[in-house]
């Protein structure tokens, strides 16, 4: 095809639609300086918000409608964001428009400009020479806010706006009058905190990282928990201010935010930071993002989607807890952040740090085969004794509700010391199965594959799949029998249990139904750390990264259910969040202990587990994926269909297996279309095809070819998505 339309500047832009292109418009004064801007463009009879990712002088379109507004006032996207975009794109072949969005705060999707709130004020050249007793003595509101300046040069929003209830219209009013403007936090290098005196293995990790230079490297920091690592983070972050640049540091969960900022705006008093995550309202969330566009938050804490966050002067970037399954985003564009953060790194050659106590096999393999830095923590800073890790035989001691006499034992004596138990078991409600003694009968989902879980505080049932929850049946619905048992336990039942042995007791309990509403899991670890708990019972919630200090006894209610599972990551998941909880005990002054009831104690999961030696659980991990031929040995790409009847989506999977082993001619294997995990959730029949292979290039232009032919071919009764490094299966 001729171009149609030459020698006219052209922007390429991107739009939130599920197509795998730019389009193209007119846009005759725009430059390059436009580049990751916002604009408004006319597409399908109305008017959408896009960004400028490319300009051209040639389109292929045969005519071309113009572009709108730009919004030059609004911050753009910096080429290095654009070209993270691109390739998040293509690596995960998803529409790149929707990528492009996603890298934007909400606020900025949007065709209206974005304006952000002010972070602080500062007083102009006008204001300066203001003095405040020039000031009627009767507005005293003005009086008050011009005399804070006095003291400090910046002063934040919320601070200026706490003075009092007038005080917004009184900082209208000076703006108005040009005596104070908005202003970004002033950069502060200095870190103003006397950081600790870091232990001998600390100094060796820090200097063995900056001896490694300012370019790319990536770096495993493999430390056991409360061996220090956030301390290392924080001696090479004070090396990245004293330059004047800025960090990125990426945590798991929104939850662990708070406890991360309160330890690094301890440290670095004055420092400017930004914290952004999902749950914050769409203005502050906008606000932030802008403080780190524009180079003024020099600190950049965030949940998976801060990966995408624009930093000019970006020169360090930290991935905690690394191999935590919440940096997979599991949905629509399902993206690794830590494997997105590595790229990143690389192409903005700065060093990467990923830290963990359990790391990921990927990032564990990376460093032994040395592509990786690998530095290490062996021992705790503030205790040097790991916990001790005993198990107790389930088929040897009857564990009566859940709770085994030895258990009960060790359980009794911390509550005589006056010392915290946190008993973990990861699964809510009061048990996952109602089922009739006579009939055989279990209540489970209408729409899901999946058993009602029995909730005893709310009195119903409810699928934890689709949310669909009804009234507990007063008798069999099958056969009349008058009462129907619960078999299994979740938190609630352990908690009931815990109730009846331990009278008197305070027990707290903490899972998402416990903690659902917003700032309660923040004022539950208030109350456990002033000691006003004796006995938490929980979920993984409380098994990541918090500091415990009063906690010296944690309980494994029962590790079974995972032990067996089919998903090959399950050892490796399962060893993790083992090693987690167990961190929790006895971190500050009293030696912790961990008890694990199973009834499989001959496992070797649990040898490692004891001797707290990671390394050698993963080699024998590695040897046994290298042998299966498992990740991180092979890549793999997971084709994931849903329809409301089986047969449709079989026959659709069929087909795509066909296709792809046509394509593959032997050098990607396919494997045979299977039901999902979930065969069926909220109504829809689940199916899954794997295809994997060695070489990442030769999966990535197969799975290029291979969905070009499935998007051709119209299917559309099935829904269709593709994963690339599933993690869940
Ligand atoms: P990790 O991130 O590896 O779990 P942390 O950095 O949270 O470990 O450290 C655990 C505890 O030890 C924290 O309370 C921390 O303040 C303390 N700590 C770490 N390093 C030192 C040190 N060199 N001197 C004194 N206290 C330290
Ligand atoms: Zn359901």
Avoid at 201 to 229: C, D, H, M, N, Y
Avoid at 539 to 549: E, L, N, R
Wanted: glycine share 6%; with cysteine.
């Amino acid at each position: 095809m001729t171009a149609s339309t030459s020698n006219r500047q052209i922007a390429r832009v991107a739009l939130d639609i599920p197509a795998h292109q730019l389009f193209d418009y007119r846009a005759d004064d725009a430059s390059a300086a436009d580049i990751g801007a916002r604009v408004e463009v006319p597409f399908r009879n109305k008017r959408a918000a896009a960004v400028i990712v490319e300009l051209a002088s040639a389109s292929d379109a045969a005519s071309l409608k113009s572009i709108g507004r730009v919004f030059r006032d609004s911050p753009r996207l910096s080429e290095e964001t654009l070209s993270l975009t691109r390739f998040c794109a293509s690596y995960y072949h998803h529409p790149i428009g929707q990528v492009v969005m996603l890298a934007l705060p909400p606020l900025m999707r949007r065709s209206f400009p974005a304006l952000s709130k002010p972070a602080g004020y500062s007083l102009t050249a006008a204001g300066r020479a203001l003095s405040v007793s020039a000031i009627n003595p009767r507005q005293l509101v003005k009086r008050r806010v011009l005399a804070q300046f006095q003291a400090k040069d910046w002063i934040p929003s919320e601070e200026l706006l706490a003075i009092s209830r007038r005080a917004r219209t009184v900082v209208q009013e000076l703006l108005d009058a040009s005596l104070i403007q908005a202003s970004d936090p002033p950069a502060v290098a200095a870190t103003d905190a006397q950081p600790p005196k870091l232990n001998a293995e600390q100094w060796q990790a820090v200097e063995q990282i900056q001896r490694g230079g300012a370019g790319f490297q990536p770096w495993l920091l493999q430390g056991v928990t409360g061996s220090g690592k956030t301390e290392v983070y924080l001696a090479l972050i004070a090396d990245v201010l004293k330059r004047g640049d800025q960090a990125l540091i990426l945590v798991p969960e929104i939850n662990l935010t708070p406890q991360l900022v309160a330890r690094i705006t301890g440290r670095f008093v004055s420092v400017p930071f930004a914290v952004l995550h999902s749950a914050m309202s769409p203005a502050d969330r906008l606000r932030n993002w802008v403080l780190a566009q524009r180079g003024a938050a020099r600190i950049v804490i965030g949940t998976r989607l801060a990966v995408f966050t624009p930093m000019p002067s970006l020169s360090l970037i930290v991935v905690d807890e690394e191999h935590d399954s919440s940096y997979k985003q599991q949905d629509a564009l399902r993206y690794s952040a830590r494997d997105l953060a590595v790229y990143r790194a690389k192409a903005r050659r700065c060093p990467i740090i990923l830290g963990s106590a359990t790391p990921s096999l990927e990032s564990y393999n990376q460093a032994r085969r040395k592509s990786y830095g690998w530095a290490h923590l062996t021992r705790r800073a503030m205790n040097a004794l790991l916990p001790e890790v005993s198990l107790v035989d389930l088929t040897r001691e009857h564990a009566t509700d859940g709770i085994s006499p030895t258990v009960a034992r060790a359980l009794a004596q911390r509550l005589q010391e006056r010392e915290q138990s946190l008993v973990f078991i990861n699964r809510r409600g009061f048990a996952p199965v109602l089922w009739c003694g006579n009939c055989g009968r279990t209540e489970h989902c209408q729409r899901c594959s999946a058993n009602l879980v029995l909730h005893a505080r709310t009195r119903v049932l409810r699928c934890h799949h689709c949310g669909h929850s009804r009234t507990i049946p007063a008798a069999c619905e099958t056969c009349g029998m008058p009462e129907m048992l619960p078999l299994g336990r979740g938190t609630e039942r352990i908690e009931q249990a815990l109730f009846a042995h331990f009278a008197g007791a305070r027990i707290l309990r903490i899972d998402r139904d416990t903690t659902k509403r917003r700032g309660s899991w923040d004022k539950m670890l208030q109350s456990i750390k002033s000691g006003e708990a004796d006995i938490l019972v929980g979920t993984q919630i409380v098994a990541k990264g918090h500091d415990f200090p009063g906690l010296t006894l944690v309980v494994v209610a029962d590790a079974d259910q995972a032990l067996h599972a089919s998903d090959f990551r399950a050892s490796e998941k399962l060893f993790a969040q083992l090693m987690q909880v167990a961190g929790r005990a006895g971190r500050a002054s009293a030696p912790g202990t961990v008890i694990i009831q199973t009834r499989f104690p001959q496992h070797p999961l649990f040898a490692a587990l004891r001797t707290h030696d990671y390394s050698a659980f993963a080699d024998a991990q590695l040897e046994e994926r290298r042998r299966a031929r498992f990740p991180p040995f092979v890549y793999q790409a997971l084709l994931r269909a849903e329809a409301h009847e089986r047969a449709v989506v079989f026959a659709f999977l069929d087909r795509a297996a066909r296709h792809a082993r046509a394509l593959s001619n032997g050098g990607v294997d396919v494997y045979d279309p299977v039901p999902g995990t979930m065969s069926r959730v909220a109504g829809k029949e689940r199916g899954q095809l794997l295809v994997q292979c060695s070489s990442r290039p030769t999966l990535h232009v197969f799975l290029e070819r291979w969905l070009q032919e499935l998007r051709a071919a119209k299917s559309s009764r099935t829904r269709w998505s593709l994963d690339v490094d599933p993690t869940e299966f």
